[in-house]
């Protein structure tokens, strides 16, 4: 079973705890530029995305879609290389 489906989802809902962030910056490595997922969770990502900021900088950008109170959507996009990112993250 492909965690990034054809919608391009991931839900981490569905991944045990110790595997979430594991899994998501798999299917993150595997996006070419211009490509996304959407990811969706119970709570905000805050900690993800403070772990992309250092490994990715300027390499993605990060889009709420929708934010809470029940669960979050959150679009994560690989830019071209040398590309900056969308200004929210400060990079």
Request: hydrophobic share 40%.
């Amino acid at each position: 079973m492909s965690l990034v489906a054809e919608a391009r989802t991931i839900d981490a809902r569905q991944i045990a705890p110790q595997e979430r962030h594991a899994t998501i910056f798999a299917a993150f490595g595997s996006l070419a530029a211009g490509e996304s997922f959407d990811l969706l969770s119970d709570h905000e990502p805050r900690p993800l995305h403070g772990q992309f900021l250092q490994q990715w900088p300027g390499q993605f950008s990060w889009d709420v879609v929708e934010a809470g109170p029940a669960h979050w959507r959150t679009r994560i996009r690989r830019l071209a290389a040398g590309k900056s990112c969308c200004g929210s993250c400060g990079g």
